[in-house]
C-alpha cells in the first residue's frame, strides 16, 4: 500500500472553514475515485495546522487516481479555486507499507 501523509499550513483564522470544506466535498470525492481518505487530523499544538493520510493500492494506481481526481470538473472548476488559496504550504511524504502490513 502507498500512503501520503499530508501536512497543510492553512492561512490563520480559516482552519474551520478548510476542514468543514474537506470533510464535506473532499472526502467524499477522494472516495468516488477510490482514494482511501483517514483523517483529519488537528494539531493540538498549532492552530494552522492539518494533517491528513491518502492511501492507494499502488504507485502506478496513485499515478492513475491522481490524474482522475485533480483533472476532473469538481476540483478543477470548484474546489481548487476555493481551497488552494487557504493553503499557505503544504508537505507530502510518500510511504509504502511493509510486506507484512502490504
Avoid at 497543510?8 to 466535498?25: C, S
Avoid at 477510490?34 to 499515478?63: Q, Y
Avoid at 470538473?73 to 510486506?99: A, H, K, W
Wanted: aromatic share 12%; proline share 6%.
Amino acid at each position: 500500500m502507498i500512503v501520503e501523509v499530508r501536512t497543510y499550513r492553512i492561512t490563520p483564522g480559516r482552519r474551520a472553514e478548510f476542514v468543514e470544506i474537506f470533510e464535506k466535498r473532499v472526502v467524499p470525492l477522494h472516495r468516488e475515485y477510490g482514494i482511501a481518505v483517514l483523517g483529519p487530523f488537528l494539531d493540538t499544538e498549532n492552530p494552522h495546522r492539518f494533517i491528513w493520510l491518502r492511501g492507494f493500492p499502488s504507485l502506478a494506481e496513485r499515478d492513475r487516481m491522481k490524474a482522475a481526481f485533480y483533472g476532473g470538473d469538481v476540483f478543477r472548476n470548484e474546489l481548487e479555486g476555493i481551497l488552494i488559496p487557504m493553503l499557505e504550504s503544504y508537505d507530502v511524504t510518500l510511504c509504502q507499507s511493509t510486506d507484512l502490513f502490504g
